[in-house]
Nanobody, 121 residues
């Protein structure tokens, strides 16, 4: 059983900051990539940022220079620091982790339950 639990969402004014956290727990052998997606009402889920176990990062063009993804491998936790937030960043944010539960298992993508981020004055 694997769980991903997100925290840190909320309401913030335009130009403000939020920090999201996502901790993976349960039967985990290894974690490769971790990342954040978001989904706004009426829109498809889209990649926000991803990070490999070695620290290589990838960002959506819309958040480059404003968002920073990081991870603590010892804590199986991924973070998303969001600065200079805009109303168009409003969405439900989901974390994911590509992980193996045993040494012989295939890697599988697990998802968190989502956390709401609302950017509004």
């Amino acid at each position: 059983q694997v769980q991903l639990v997100e925290s840190g969402g909320g309401l913030v004014q335009p130009g403000g900051s939020l920090r999201l956290s996502c901790a993976a727990s349960g039967r985990i052998f290894s974690i490769n990539a971790m990342g954040w997606y978001r989904q706004a009402p009426g829109k498809e889920r889209e990649l926000v940022a991803a990070i490999t176990s070695g620290g290589r990062t990838n960002y959506a063009d819309s958040v480059k220079g404003r968002f920073t993804i990081s991870r603590d491998n010892a804590k199986n936790t991924v973070y998303l620091q969001m600065d200079s937030l805009k109303p168009e960043d409003t969405a439900t944010y989901y974390c994911n982790a590509d992980l193996k539960t045993t040494s012989g298992s295939a890697s599988y993508r697990y998802w968190g339950q989502g956390t709401q981020v609302t950017v509004s004055s």
